[in-house]
């Protein structure tokens, strides 16, 4: 989940290259910038809690390629986290057949319940992949859920740095470390399940961990 380009956009390079013997090959490959989820939150332009309820292929009228095939999920929207001035409901997202492509598979027979985000294409349809912010709703933390609701968009403006190696110092007032490889080497860390990073009074950006509902100057704010 943790796994996404900066603005959430998939880097799966892949192309269709159109042979002089006319036969089609594709150069793919999925591939995405570590990001923390409210990165992923802020980049998308949807995102929703779901139930996906049925699945089918589909591809474009005019391509007969394989690597153009989409699976449509069908949903049942239970509560729209961003969004609202794009889509009143969403019926269906849809995401590429093969993984290599940055396309995600999720299930339908079961009705489980995800948390789904991703882009809106021209023609109102909505977009998810490997690089968005796609997780199995049974599998957030308390924190996250909550976090959903306002607290990662209260810190949109904020900048948040991932920390590979140290030193990892800080460049500007508006920025939070986020050091989950460092101390647990894994993207789905302490700071990743508990934390958002928000704004304060003073227009500095710092840690929150995830709680009572802080007040409205976040004044006693929690570092890790």
């Known amino acids: 989940m943790a796994v996404s380009q900066e603005q959430s956009v998939c880097l799966g390079l892949w192309m269709v290259l159109l042979l002089g013997t006319g036969m089609e090959e594709a150069v793919e490959g999925c591939s995405c910038h570590p990001s923390h989820p409210q990165q992923l939150f802020c980049s998308a332009e949807i995102v929703i809690r779901a139930k996906i309820s049925g699945e089918k292929i589909v591809s474009p009228s005019n391509s007969s390629s394989p690597y153009m095939k989409m699976i449509q999920y069908e949903i049942k929207m239970i509560k729209m986290f961003k969004g609202f001035d794009r889509a009143k409901d969403i019926q269906y997202v849809y995401t590429p057949v093969f993984s290599s492509l940055c396309g995600v598979k999720l299930d339908s027979n079961n009705k489980a319940g995800y948390l789904l985000s991703g882009s809106m294409w021209n023609d109102g349809r909505v977009s998810i992949g ?20 306002y607290r990662y968009q209260l810190g949109c403006e904020c900048r948040i740095n991932t920390c590979y190696t140290v030193p990892c110092a800080s460049t500007g007032e508006n920025e939070c470390l986020w050091t989950d490889w460092l101390l647990d080497n894994s993207l789905n860390g302490e700071q990743a399940r508990q934390y958002a990073c928000v704004r304060r009074s003073d227009m500095s950006c710092s840690w929150y961990r995830g709680g009572p509902q802080p007040d409205k100057d976040f004044l006693d704010m929690t570092d890790p």
């Open 130 to 149: 490997q690089c968005d912010l796609v997780e199995s709703w049974d599998n957030l933390s308390l924190s996250q859920k909550k976090n959903l609701n």
